[in-house]
Structure formats: structure tokens, C-alpha cells
């Protein structure tokens, strides 16, 4: 039986980030169909309804999710465009590949895409553009890495490579993606 009411006092001043450390396991354990708001609830010994005081439905959970999990991916500081593009790629790549449920999602609800996707792409566009690139060029050189970048991280987290360091064939695979960019190194 799921318990009623608030919870105690004692669990309230992290339940925020409990909520999404729990959702957060359970898309990765059971993929996008084993996160509902029923099981988060019950994990968490709170009945379904007190989740919507934290997020109104389940796409702004998966939002939440979203923008904790991509959060701290930036483009290094310094370096040139293409030197930063592969930083912001490599980091975005380990990202996906860490929760790659996270990722289906997100694709699956366009209602749940999250706003750190959001600054991430814009980031993608303007290191494009500082990289020399410009209108349609930057629209499809944008499109071709976040594209690759999914489907690199997506396969690479359902069937891992043995042996392999996490994310080097897919680093290698983008070495040459960017060496292709019309752009100076």
C-alpha cells in the first residue's frame, strides 16, 4: 500500500533530488517503460499525486532529468573551434551513452526536450559559425553531429565494445567526422 500525505519532515529537504536520483535509476534499469510515475512514487513512499508538486507531468520529469544529466557539458574554454567542437561532442557522447534510456525519451516526447539540449545546440551552432561555417552549411553540419553523436552513443551503449575504453571508437569516429568540416583546423 503506498503511503498517504506528505512525507516525514525528515526526507522533505532533498526530495527534489531524490525524486530524480530515483527516476533517474529506474529509466536506466528498466528503459523509458519502467519509469512511471506510479513506480517512482512507491519507490519513493509517496503516493503519485505528491510527485506533481515537483513536476507537473511526466515530460517535465523527464526535463528535469535531462538538464541534471547535461548540465555540466560545456565546450573546453580554449582551443580552436574544431578542438572545442570535439570537447562539447565528446562530452555530449558520454552523456548519451551514460543514460541512454534518457535519450530515447527525449525522442519519444518532444514536449520533454530539455532546455540544457537546448544551450548545448546552441553552443554547437556558434562554434560552427567561429569555426567560419554559415547559414545552411551550419544547419547541416549541426544536424550530421548531434545525428551521429546519438546514434554513436546509443549503439555503443547497447552493445559495449570489449576491450575498448568507453567512448575511444567513437572519439576516432569523430576525429575524422570534424576533419571533414569545411572549416580551418
Same mark, same amino acid.
Not at 120 to 148: K, M, P, S, Y
Given at each position: 500500500?503506498?503511503?498517504?500525505?506528505?512525507?516525514?519532515?525528515?526526507?522533505?529537504?532533498? %526530495?527534489?533530488?531524490?525524486? %530524480?536520483?530515483?527516476?533517474?535509476?529506474? #529509466?536506466?534499469?528498466?528503459?523509458?517503460?519502467?519509469?512511471? %510515475?506510479?513506480? #517512482? /512514487? +512507491?519507490?519513493?513512499?509517496?503516493?503519485?499525486?505528491? #510527485?506533481?508538486?515537483?513536476?507537473?507531468?511526466?515530460?517535465?520529469?523527464?526535463? *528535469?532529468?535531462?538538464?541534471?544529466?547535461? +548540465?555540466?557539458?560545456?565546450?573546453?574554454?580554449?582551443?580552436?573551434?574544431?578542438?572545442?567542437?570535439?570537447?562539447?561532442?565528446?562530452?555530449?557522447?558520454?552523456?548519451?551513452?551514460?543514460?541512454?534510456?534518457?535519450?530515447?525519451?527525449?525522442?519519444?516526447?518532444?514536449? *520533454?526536450?530539455?532546455? &540544457?539540449?537546448?544551450?548545448?545546440? *546552441?553552443? #554547437?551552432? &556558434?562554434?560552427?559559425?567561429? /569555426?567560419?561555417?554559415?547559414?545552411?552549411?551550419?544547419?547541416?553540419?549541426?544536424?550530421?553531429?548531434?545525428?551521429?553523436?546519438? +546514434?554513436?552513443?546509443? /549503439?555503443?551503449?547497447?552493445?559495449? &565494445? /570489449?576491450?575498448?575504453?568507453?567512448? &575511444?571508437?567513437?572519439t576516432e569516429a569523430l576525429d575524422h567526422?570534424?576533419?571533414?568540416?569545411?572549416?580551418?583546423p
Amino acid at each position: 500500500m503506498t503511503p498517504r500525505g506528505r512525507p516525514r519532515k525528515e526526507g522533505r529537504e532533498d %526530495l527534489p533530488g531524490r525524486i %530524480l536520483a530515483t527516476a533517474q535509476a529506474i #529509466l536506466d534499469e528498466g528503459g523509458p517503460a519502467g519509469l512511471t %510515475l506510479r513506480r #517512482l /512514487a +512507491g519507490e519513493l513512499g509517496l503516493t503519485p499525486m505528491a #510527485l506533481y508538486t515537483h513536476h507537473a507531468d511526466r515530460a517535465a520529469l523527464i526535463r *528535469a532529468l535531462a538538464d541534471r544529466a547535461y +548540465g555540466g557539458i560545456t565546450a573546453p574554454a580554449e582551443g580552436s573551434p574544431r578542438q572545442r567542437l570535439a570537447g562539447l561532442i565528446t562530452a555530449y557522447h558520454a552523456a548519451v551513452q551514460a543514460h541512454p534510456a534518457l535519450t530515447l525519451e527525449i525522442f519519444r516526447d518532444p514536449g *520533454a526536450f530539455p532546455d &540544457q539540449a537546448r544551450r548545448i545546440t *546552441a553552443t #554547437l551552432e &556558434q562554434l560552427l559559425q567561429d /569555426a567560419g561555417l554559415q547559414g545552411a552549411a551550419v544547419t547541416a553540419w549541426r544536424d550530421i553531429l548531434i545525428d551521429v553523436t546519438h +546514434g554513436a552513443a546509443l /549503439a555503443l551503449a547497447a552493445h559495449p &565494445q /570489449a576491450g575498448a575504453a568507453p567512448g &575511444q571508437a567513437a572519439t576516432e569516429a569523430l576525429d575524422h567526422l570534424l576533419a571533414a568540416l569545411p572549416c580551418a583546423p
